[in-house]
């Protein structure tokens, strides 16, 4: 039976790590650069418009462009609480339920 557990252990530790690798937050857009959405200059990418381009956003705006739009924006939105997608969660809960109900199972 420890064998069995050694392979499960393993197979739960590659599982893991494939997800990280596949969902995990190192993804990078292939242009260094993009053009402003609003004044069209030509900027590098920052950990701002990284983090949009992995949420699936098309269009950029430069750091100047961005504060401007910041401060122009009502008190309202300002303090509306982030939206969180719940990926992690569902990761986890794929990953950690199979591999209880396997150890579990193996030794018994």
């Known amino acids: 039976m420890d064998n069995n557990v050694l392979i499960v252990a393993g197979l739960v530790v590659a599982v ?3 997800a990280l690798r ?9 242009p260094q650069s993009f053009r402003c959405g609003r004044c069209s200059t030509s900027s590098q990418h920052t950990p701002r418009t990284i983090e949009a381009w992995r949420r699936g956003k098309t269009k950029f705006f430069c750091n100047a462009c961005h504060a401007e739009w910041l401060r122009n924006r009502p008190d309202e939105a300002r303090h509306e609480p982030a939206g969180h997608s719940g990926c992690l969660g569902m990761i986890v809960l794929a990953v950690v339920i199979p591999s209880v109900a396997s150890i579990a199972y193996l030794s018994r």
């Open 22 to 30: 596949a969902f995990g937050g190192n993804r990078r857009p292939k």
């Open 16 to 18: 893991i790590f494939v």
